[in-house]
């Protein structure tokens, strides 16, 4: 609550709390409750404890996403001048993805979600809504950011900045999340079709699936800094295994993800405008018939050297190199030693 206040009173806002020499990541990273969750599920990974045994820690997830989600999708810009408020969105955001890769991979441990043992059917459920929800509220963001190239641009956007550990540990939950199976791409599709207003034209079915790929090409072209790009063989072929390897279905993703448009405005993309970014706008038939077609060949081989190949493919369907760009280098995860004794 004290968070979503501050957000509301704009990105110049000064405050007491959320300021540098009491809650920054040197100091007291903000959602440091969170990272209790994240530490108390690595440890149960660590000791093979099963779900059964993370009952409470799963409670406390499911409690606590709608305050999260909210905060993460505050329409706040950046605050970046001399002054305003030490933006306590990034850590949060850091810190809760962290969680929702664990919870993945503690589901992926213990063979999806049929054969789970000593959990009820609504501890299941709980689980797989907050994986969902927070895979809509990430692929959401990425809508949110400016594809501008320098800092103060990017700072007009209506959502935070995705500059930072944040970013790289989203491109990881993508992956964790597609690794879950063709069931849970099937839910966020639908979800996100009900979130975010596309022109679904004739295939309302398909639409949330294009949403995924847009937002996911979007990234590569300044939604996400530029080291993001080294994470596109893992997501994409974790992408592929969602749509149960089929070739065809991977090449149609792509092909509808870089035509579905916006019906109004939402986050930082304007009403009408492809929801993929500028780059497709001014691409030939012919030039997104090859995209498509070399992505397809990756995907048909499906070994980790042709998806290392789709990092060209994609970076030059998106423009090519960014230049004069001010983002920062690949950042590492925020640094939580100086405060284990919390």
């Not at 089929?246 to 405008?273: K, P, Q, T, W």
């Not at 780059?279 to 998806?307: C, G, H, L, N």
Request: charged share 20%; with cysteine; aromatic share 8%.
């Amino acid at each position: 609550d004290t968070v979503n206040a501050q957000l509301l009173k704009g990105p110049t806002s000064s405050s007491r709390i959320f300021h540098e020499d009491v809650i920054s990541e040197d100091n007291v990273p903000p959602g440091l409750f969170i990272r209790v969750l994240a530490e108390t599920m690595e440890r149960a990974y660590f000791s093979q404890i099963p779900l059964s045994g993370m009952r409470n820690t799963l409670h406390v997830l499911a409690d606590s996403r709608q305050a999260v989600l909210q905060t993460l999708l505050s329409s706040c810009p950046n605050p970046c001048e001399k002054g305003s408020f030490h933006d306590p969105r990034p850590v949060i955001t850091e810190v809760w993805l962290l969680c929702m890769n664990k919870l993945s991979t503690a589901l992926m441990m213990q063979d999806g979600w049929t054969r789970l043992e000593g959990i009820n059917e609504d501890t299941i459920e709980s689980a797989k809504q907050v994986l969902l929800e927070t895979f809509v509220a990430a692929i959401s963001l990425l809508l949110y950011c400016s594809l501008e190239k320098t800092q103060d641009d990017r700072s007009k956007a209506p959502g935070m900045d995705l500059d930072g550990p944040q970013g790289l540990v989203m491109m990881d939950f993508f992956e964790a999340y597609f690794n879950l199976g063709p069931v849970m791409l099937e839910a966020a599709a639908k979800q996100l079709v009900a979130t975010i207003p596309v022109d679904t034209g004739n295939s309302p079915d398909t639409a949330g699936v294009a949403i995924i790929g847009s937002a996911l090409l979007r990234a590569s072209q300044g939604a996400l800094p530029p080291w993001a790009v080294e994470s596109v063989p893992s997501v994409y072929s974790a992408f592929f295994g969602a749509l149960s390897k089929n070739v065809d279905n991977f090449g149609f993703m792509l092909e509808i993800s870089i035509s579905v448009r916006l019906l109004h405005h939402f986050g930082s993309v304007e009403g009408g405008a492809l929801l993929s970014g500028r780059s497709f706008e001014k691409m030939s038939d012919k030039a997104r018939a090859t995209f498509v077609e070399q992505a397809k060949d990756i995907a048909r081989v499906d070994t980790p050297s042709s998806w290392r190949r789709l990092k060209s493919v994609i970076k030059q369907a998106s423009g090519g190199k960014k230049k004069d760009t001010d983002f920062n280098q690949r950042p590492a995860l925020t640094r939580w030693d100086a405060l284990d004794r919390v």
